[in-house]
């Protein structure tokens, strides 16, 4: 009759056979091993092996890699490091020539909306399309501001291009794989939010989905917001996909304003077209897609009726603050691309993008898909400032300055290097424009305001 022994594992390290340096070695090599991993050195397995941390999402990452894997690669990112040059320097010297502008008198409304994988899918070639989905959207895209936002994003980690727009920081000055919201806004921080509230500015933040996602309950108090509006502050909304619609975000604008007594700050965040489009359909694709497979055609149709519900969400904003007398400015854009399905197959299949592999892309493929439209609408200037690029970190502080507001050093820090034409800071070298003295300054800015001394408020 066989025996079987279960020892434990002191008892196991203790059997004659393994000689004493057996042992210290059988203890040493896991040691190296995750100290390889850690420190992520040359010939690290993470290189070698050609395993990246270009993930947009953490569960996909453990998926892929394995949990072991994932959270080890995660740890890189519990410390960051200040970068070279910093204790050089003070705050007040980082922020020289950075003085503030003389502001305007008139204080208007702001109200942003990120919505939610807002982008044009005619874009996509190969196809045909039942009608335009945003015949509203292009329509002041030809007699207001507009262009094209560079985010850091695409298909998903939709915070990282709200946390650029609303502070000036860039995704880009993170560890790669960063959420920013999720790991590093621990503290009171300086924002769109802080900046207009010290100014005379109610400050509301609405997201029509749970309060936690991503943190936001407590990041906008960091960011000085006075309220959060999340998904409970909805009376009897209407439900599109299994989520609060883009027309009922609108009405939630319409109301605050209605509800206001001086001048407001709005930054809204919709739910309706978050991904994956091959499940949540509408009862009734409002717009169709041909030429194209059956089961991307329904990805495409589900995609395509979000954002044409999208569009139609803007006009009944854009109609109502027409009809009033408060200067109002309007500031639309989406947050990435949307995913369409695995392995980019969406836009591989109809020819957008001619390589599935990202380590592969050319400059022209990088920004085609990390590129989604903006516009800015106002009811009170004839100002317009058409085919515009930039960087989602410049965006609120170009709103700021073009209406003479004031803004965080950061900001202020940005419009003079777009003054030099680079608006675009990028990790990718044929992408970025700033120079190495601006990103270095950039660089200096960003950590005191994160995790230095954290410079004015």
Same mark, same amino acid.
């Given at each position: 009759?066989?025996?079987?022994?279960?020892?434990?594992?002191?008892?196991?390290?203790?059997?004659?056979?393994?000689?004493?340096?057996?042992?210290?070695?059988?203890?040493?090599?896991?040691?190296?091993?995750?100290?390889?991993?850690?420190?992520?050195?040359?010939?690290?397995?993470?290189?070698?092996?050609?395993?990246?941390?270009?993930?947009?999402?953490?569960?996909?990452?453990?998926?892929?890699?394995?949990?072991?894997?994932?959270?080890?690669?995660?740890?890189?990112?519990?410390?960051?490091?200040?970068?070279?040059?910093?204790?050089?320097?003070?705050?007040?010297?980082?922020?020289?020539?950075?003085?503030?502008?003389?502001?305007?008198?008139?204080?208007?409304?702001?109200?942003?909306?990120?919505?939610?994988?807002?982008?044009?899918?005619?874009?996509?070639?190969?196809?045909?399309?039942?009608?335009?989905?945003?015949?509203?959207?292009?329509?002041?895209?030809?007699?207001?501001?507009?262009?094209?936002?560079?985010?850091?994003?695409?298909?998903?980690?939709?915070?990282?291009?709200?946390?650029?727009?609303?502070?000036?920081?860039?995704?880009?000055?993170?560890?790669?794989?960063?959420?920013?919201?999720? #790991?590093?806004?621990?503290? =009171?921080?300086?924002?769109? /939010?802080? !900046?207009?509230? $010290? %100014? &005379?500015?109610?400050?509301?933040?609405?997201?029509?989905?749970?309060?936690?996602?991503?943190?936001?309950?407590?990041?906008?108090?960091?960011?000085?917001?006075?309220?959060?509006?999340?998904?409970?502050?909805?009376?009897?909304?209407?439900?599109?996909?299994?989520?609060?619609?883009?027309?009922?975000?609108?009405?939630?604008?319409?109301?605050?304003? #209605?509800?206001?007594?001086? =001048?407001?700050?709005?930054? /809204?965040? !919709?739910?309706? $077209? %978050? &991904?994956?489009?091959?499940?949540?359909?509408?009862?009734?694709?409002?717009?169709?897609?041909?030429?194209?497979?059956?089961?991307?055609?329904?990805?495409?149709?589900?995609?395509?009726?979000?954002?044409?519900?999208?569009?139609?969400?803007?006009?009944?904003?854009?109609?109502?603050?027409?009809?009033?007398?408060?200067?109002?400015?309007?500031?639309?854009?989406?947050?990435?691309? =949307?995913?369409?399905?695995? /392995?980019?197959?969406?836009?591989?299949?109809?020819?957008?993008?001619?390589?599935?592999?990202?380590?592969?892309?050319?400059?022209?493929?990088?920004?085609?898909?990390?590129?989604?439209?903006?516009?800015?609408?106002?009811?009170?200037?004839?100002?317009?400032?058409?085919?515009?690029?930039?960087?989602?970190?410049?965006?609120?502080?170009?709103?700021?300055?073009?209406?003479?507001?004031?803004?965080?050093?950061?900001?202020?820090?940005?419009?003079?290097? /777009?003054?030099?034409?680079?608006?675009?800071?990028?990790?990718?070298?044929?992408?970025?424009?700033?120079?190495?003295?601006?990103?270095?300054?950039?660089?200096?800015?960003?950590?005191?305001?994160?995790?230095?001394?954290?410079?004015?408020?």
């Amino acid at each position: 009759m066989s025996r079987f022994y279960f020892y434990s594992f002191p008892t196991f390290f203790s059997k004659k056979r393994f000689e004493s340096k057996t042992r210290i070695l059988f203890c040493f090599i896991p040691l190296v091993v995750f100290s390889i991993f850690f420190f992520e050195k040359p010939f690290s397995p993470f290189k070698f092996g050609g395993i990246h941390d270009d993930d947009w999402n953490k569960s996909i990452a453990y998926q892929r890699k394995g949990v072991q894997v994932g959270f080890i690669h995660s740890l890189q990112k519990v410390t960051i490091e200040p970068p070279d040059g910093y204790y050089d320097v003070t705050f007040n010297e980082l922020s020289t020539q950075l003085e503030e502008e003389i502001e305007t008198e008139i204080r208007p409304n702001f109200i942003f909306v990120m919505n939610e994988s807002f982008w044009d899918p005619t874009r996509l070639p190969n196809l045909t399309f039942s009608e335009d989905p945003i015949p509203f959207f292009r329509s002041l895209q030809k007699n207001h501001t507009s262009g094209e936002l560079i985010v850091p994003v695409l298909g998903g980690s939709t915070a990282n291009t709200e946390f650029e727009v609303l502070t000036g920081n860039s995704i880009h000055l993170l560890p790669q794989g960063s959420l920013a919201y999720s #790991q590093f806004v621990n503290h =009171p921080h300086p924002s769109l /939010a802080s !900046t207009l509230k $010290n %100014h &005379g500015y109610e400050t509301v933040a609405i997201h029509s989905y749970h309060d936690w996602f991503y943190r936001r309950n407590e990041v906008y108090t960091f960011f000085d917001f006075d309220r959060f509006e999340s998904y409970r502050s909805f009376k009897n909304p209407e439900y599109r996909r299994n989520f609060i619609s883009d027309l009922e975000v609108s009405k939630q604008i319409i109301n605050e304003h #209605q509800n206001s007594e001086g =001048p407001l700050f709005i930054f /809204a965040v !919709t739910m309706q $077209n %978050h &991904g994956p489009y091959n499940m949540r359909h509408y009862p009734e694709d409002r717009i169709q897609v041909t030429d194209m497979p059956e089961d991307i055609t329904k990805v495409l149709n589900n995609y395509s009726t979000g954002v044409k519900d999208a569009d139609d969400s803007l006009q009944l904003l854009v109609n109502y603050f027409r009809k009033i007398d408060d200067p109002t400015v309007i500031v639309f854009f989406g947050d990435h691309l =949307p995913y369409l399905g695995a /392995a980019y197959e969406g836009y591989t299949i109809t020819g957008y993008l001619n390589d599935a592999n990202p380590r592969f892309w050319e400059k022209d493929d990088y920004e085609k898909m990390y590129s989604v439209p903006f516009v800015i609408w106002d009811n009170f200037s004839d100002e317009k400032n058409a085919d515009l690029r930039m960087s989602s970190s410049f965006l609120g502080a170009f709103v700021l300055e073009k209406y003479s507001q004031p803004q965080t050093p950061i900001m202020r820090f940005l419009n003079k290097t /777009a003054t030099k034409g680079a608006v675009v800071f990028s990790s990718r070298r044929d992408v970025n424009e700033f120079s190495p003295e601006d990103a270095k300054r950039y660089h200096l800015l960003q950590y005191d305001q994160l995790f230095g001394g954290q410079g004015p408020r």
